[in-house]
């Protein structure tokens, strides 16, 4: 089951833990404003049958994926880096900042089955783009 997430998040929506806001020139806020997330979730969204375990929001899966492209890194490691990071936390639309994992270390094999690759890795290239 896919339960459908609320708008984009505005930077000025999500805080840091020192209340302070994130810049907008930082490249993860930069790329989370050209990504068309509201036609890229309605994609993903077909995929799902209705009733069932409620999925991972969207913007959560692929934000990993792509952090994980982008960076390099492994699975285990995307998910640590997510944890510690405002400006991840933020890219993959969580609504502030939290030490405790969004998902779990096994949830990424999932995303992988449902997000092409070809998709992922389009979004990770953007990352380096002015």
Not at 29 to 43: G, N, P
């Amino acid at each position: 089951m896919y339960h459908h997430s609320e708008d984009q998040l505005s930077v000025y929506d999500y805080l840091s833990p020192f209340r302070e806001y994130l810049r907008q020139d930082n490249r993860w806020v930069r790329l989370a404003h050209q990504l068309d997330w509201a036609q890229l979730e309605r994609d993903y969204a077909a995929q799902f049958a209705p009733g069932g375990k409620q999925a991972i929001p969207f913007r959560c899966a692929f934000g990993s994926l792509i952090i994980k492209r982008a960076l390099g890194l492994s699975d285990r490691q995307t998910l640590l880096l997510i944890q510690e990071s405002p400006y991840l936390q933020y890219f993959i639309g969580l609504n502030g900042f939290t030490d405790k994992p969004p998902f779990s270390v096994r949830s990424m094999t999932a995303f992988r089955s449902r997000i092409p690759e070809r998709q992922v890795a389009r979004a990770a290239r953007m990352l380096g783009r002015r």
